[in-house]
């Protein structure tokens, strides 16, 4: 029995990584397919908060920290080869060609992708720790809109509003008890401040 858990869990590991993978992939291709045809009000909540999504789903999934890593490692490769792909099929431009232009670059981009697999599945922790990984999650969601609002971009209310509904969805589904929620919450709001201070210092 023990073996068939393992086995179980083993397959559901390997599925979650192909959806990564293959999810990343369809999120990258799509938003590159449509930068420059759909409203910027749209683009400014799909990209990039479907694939922070993705990796928060897929993270929070895993079956331990490892793989946790790796599903958002592939979800952000996914969204990196389908954002070529389509900018070379679609678009005609050169490969690489503006993949820097999101806020904080292609590598902060990438990282914050990454890093949500793992704090998402801490996040699911009943515990402190539990509360610190969603407070450093929503933190990370909502860092991106902090760079838009900073750069007073016309994208910002629009990013401001899909990252604080991620984070509150997130909260009510990662934090049971309300002092785990209100933990989360400030740790949350204090890192956005203060990665936006150090944003507006530089």
Do not use: K
């Not at 902060?108 to 969603?134: E, F, K």
């Amino acid at each position: 029995m023990e073996f068939i858990a393992l086995d179980r869990r083993d397959r559901r590991s390997q599925w979650y990584l192909l959806a990564a993978l293959l999810g990343g992939a369809v999120v990258g291709f799509v938003g590159a397919g449509l930068s420059g045809r759909a409203p910027y009000w749209f683009m400014a909540v799909y990209d990039p908060y479907v694939i922070m999504a993705l990796a928060v789903i897929v993270g929070a999934g895993a079956a331990g920290f490892g793989w946790a890593l790796l599903n958002s490692s592939m979800a952000a490769f996914g969204a990196l080869v389908g954002q070529i792909t389509a900018g070379s099929a679609i678009l005609h431009d050169a490969p690489f060609a503006g993949l820097g232009s999101a806020p904080g670059g292609l590598v902060a981009g990438l990282t914050i992708i990454t890093m949500l697999g793992p704090l998402s599945y801490g996040a699911t922790r009943c515990d402190r720790v539990g509360g610190v990984c969603y407070g450093l999650a929503s933190g990370l969601l909502l860092s991106v809109a902090a760079e838009e609002m900073l750069a007073l971009t016309e994208e910002w209310p629009y990013a401001l509003a899909a990252s604080a509904i991620l984070g509150m969805g997130f909260l009510l589904l990662f934090r049971r008890r309300l002092a785990d929620r209100l933990l989360g919450a400030v740790l949350g709001l204090a890192y956005t401040v203060g990665y936006g201070l150090v944003l507006q210092s530089l």
